[in-house]
């Protein structure tokens, strides 16, 4: 079966870490490029970041830039999110999808990892 | 950074009817929009992509139309199972970015 699957979501303090990974199965994971998206409590989808499919290249949202890094492991077929510096905006459902074989639109996700910053 | 708007923000629709949601945005994106559809507790599901192309298994009541800056999705005839929020994104330039959503809920 074709899925992806998020974990390492949780409750942490402003200012603290967190990893996400999204593993993948059911199809040749190291041929497509991959995302993060999030959506905060009650409102509307938000892009996060974008890697290519071999990982040489990776792209930001202004809002998480230099604090956030999207990295992946094609010989494990996982996705990462390493997130530093939290905030309390940065709570979320966090999303991981993967990309069209020729462009940017996202046609399988996974079911989201919540993250919450609080103190 | 290309700013997507959707209109309205809330559609209130009787089952059979038709249903025109609206996606404008701030700079040309030619036909490089997708449309998503998502419902309460679930991820995103790909509806069209290139603006008019529906997705694998995506009903035909369902049709994209328009580029540049003013898109829309249409769902000729709504069944119950319709009722979702719908969002588009633009990938035509970085950062990708996605409207804010059109809720259509039952009327």
């Known amino acids: 079966e074709v899925q992806l699957l998020e974990s390492g979501g949780g409750l942490v303090q402003p200012g603290g870490s967190l990893r996400l990974s999204c593993a993948a199965s059911?199809?040749?994971?190291?041929?497509?490029?991959m995302t993060w998206v999030r959506q905060a409590p009650e409102e509307g989808l938000e892009w996060v970041s974008g890697?290519?499919?071999?990982?040489?290249?990776?792209f930001y949202a202004d809002s998480v830039k230099g604090r956030f890094t999207i990295s992946r492991d094609n010989s494990k077929n996982t996705l990462f999110l390493q997130m530093n510096s939290l905030r309390a905006e940065d709570t979320a459902v966090y999303y991981c999808?993967?990309?069209?074989?020729?462009?940017?639109?996202?046609?399988?996700w996974g079911r989201g990892t919540l993250v919450t910053v609080s103190s | 950074e290309i700013v997507m708007t959707q209109s309205p923000a809330t559609l209130s629709v009787s089952p059979g009817e038709r249903a025109t949601l609206s996606c404008r945005a701030s700079?040309?994106?030619?036909?490089?929009l997708a449309w998503y559809q998502q419902k309460p507790g679930q991820a995103p599901r790909l509806l069209m992509y290139a603006a008019s192309t529906r997705a694998t298994g995506v009903p035909a009541r369902f049709s994209g139309s328009g580029s540049v800056t003013e898109l829309t999705l249409t769902i000729s005839s709504l069944q119950s199972e319709d009722f979702a929020v719908y969002y588009c994104?633009?990938?035509?330039?970085?950062?990708?970015?996605f409207g804010g959503g059109t809720k259509v809920e039952i009327k």
């Open positions: 994104q633009q990938y035509k330039n970085w950062p990708l970015t």
């Open positions: 700079q040309s994106v030619a036909s490089h």
């Open positions: 999808a993967m990309a069209a074989i020729t462009n940017w639109y996202f046609d399988l």
């Open positions: 890697i290519s499919d071999s990982g040489t290249s990776t």
């Open positions: 059911g199809f040749t994971f190291s041929t497509y490029a």
